[in-house]
C-alpha cells in the first residue's frame, strides 16, 4: 500500500486482515523501508515457510524475512513518522490534495485533456493521470514523459493497462512549489498539440 502518509486514515480504517505499507513514498523514510501489519486472529493464514524462525509462532515477525536489514535506514522511521504526525494526515492530504487541483485545473481547458482521477476529495490526494486522445497505445504515453522530462526537466510517468489506453501519471511530492506546477501547466500546453 503507497497510501500510508498520503491519505487522512488510520489501519483500523480499512478493516482489512494483511497490509503490506512501502514508507518511502509519503512517509519520507529511506527507499527500502516498509512494513507489514497481519491480523492476530489471520496469523494463521500464512504459513512461516519463508518467515524468520528468530521469532515465536505467533509473532508476526515469523511470516516475514527481510533478510540482511538496513538498519541505518530502519533508525529512520520513527523519526520519519514523528514528522508527518507534526504535519498531520489531514494537513498533509489536504496540502496534496491542493497542490493536485493546483495543476488540474488550469489544464482542464486543453483540447482533448482527460483528467482520470475522480474529483471527489475522499478518491484522490497527489496523483493524478491524465490522457490525450494519442495516447491510444504505451508508446505515446512514454513520449508525453520523455518529452516532459528532456524538454521540460518534469518528472512523469507512463502508465499503461488502462481502459481506453495508456495514460501520464503526475505526482507532485510534499515539496513541490506553485511555481513547479506551473511548469507543468505551461509544459502540458506546449506539448498537448502533439497528442491531439
Given at each position: 500500500?503507497?497510501?500510508?502518509?498520503?491519505?487522512?486514515?488510520?489501519?483500523?480504517?480499512?478493516?482489512?486482515?494483511?497490509?503490506?505499507?512501502?514508507?518511502?513514498?509519503?512517509?519520507?523514510?529511506?527507499?527500502?523501508?516498509?512494513?507489514?501489519?497481519?491480523?492476530?486472529?489471520?496469523?494463521?493464514?500464512?504459513?512461516?515457510?519463508?518467515?524468520?524462525?528468530?521469532?515465536?509462532?505467533?509473532d508476526t515477525r515469523s511470516r516475514t524475512n527481510v533478510g540482511t536489514v538496513n538498519f541505518a535506514a530502519s533508525l529512520?522511521?520513527?523519526?520519519?513518522?514523528?514528522?508527518?504526525?507534526?504535519?498531520?494526515?489531514?494537513?498533509?492530504?489536504?496540502?496534496?490534495?491542493?497542490?493536485?487541483?493546483?495543476?488540474?485545473?488550469?489544464?482542464?481547458?486543453?483540447?482533448?485533456?482527460?483528467?482520470?482521477?475522480?474529483?471527489?476529495?475522499?478518491?484522490?490526494?497527489?496523483?493524478?493521470?491524465?490522457?490525450?486522445?494519442?495516447?491510444?497505445?504505451?508508446?505515446?504515453?512514454?513520449?508525453?514523459?520523455?518529452?516532459?522530462?528532456?524538454?521540460?526537466?518534469?518528472?512523469?510517468?507512463?502508465r499503461r493497462g488502462i481502459a481506453r489506453g495508456s495514460a501520464v501519471r503526475v505526482t507532485p511530492a510534499l515539496y513541490?512549489?506553485?511555481?513547479?506546477?506551473?511548469?507543468?501547466?505551461?509544459?502540458?500546453?506546449?506539448?498537448?498539440?502533439?497528442?491531439?
Amino acid at each position: 500500500m503507497q497510501t500510508i502518509g498520503h491519505m487522512d486514515f488510520g489501519l483500523a480504517d480499512l478493516e482489512a486482515d494483511f497490509v503490506g505499507f512501502s514508507l518511502h513514498k509519503w512517509l519520507g523514510a529511506p527507499i527500502g523501508t516498509g512494513a507489514i501489519w497481519i491480523r492476530r486472529s489471520k496469523l494463521q493464514d500464512i504459513e512461516p515457510c519463508m518467515g524468520s524462525t528468530m521469532f515465536p509462532h505467533d509473532d508476526t515477525r515469523s511470516r516475514t524475512n527481510v533478510g540482511t536489514v538496513n538498519f541505518a535506514a530502519s533508525l529512520t522511521v520513527p523519526k520519519a513518522i514523528a514528522f508527518h504526525n507534526r504535519i498531520g494526515r489531514k494537513r498533509k492530504q489536504q496540502h496534496l490534495q491542493a497542490l493536485r487541483d493546483y495543476w488540474v485545473e488550469r489544464v482542464r481547458d486543453i483540447r482533448g485533456m482527460e483528467i482520470l482521477t475522480p474529483d471527489e476529495p475522499a478518491r484522490y490526494g497527489a496523483v493524478t493521470s491524465f490522457r490525450l486522445p494519442a495516447m491510444k497505445d504505451y508508446g505515446e504515453a512514454q513520449r508525453m514523459a520523455t518529452l516532459l522530462l528532456e524538454k521540460h526537466r518534469i518528472l512523469t510517468v507512463a502508465r499503461r493497462g488502462i481502459a481506453r489506453g495508456s495514460a501520464v501519471r503526475v505526482t507532485p511530492a510534499l515539496y513541490n512549489t506553485q511555481a513547479e506546477l506551473d511548469r507543468l501547466v505551461s509544459a502540458l500546453r506546449a506539448e498537448s498539440r502533439a497528442f491531439l
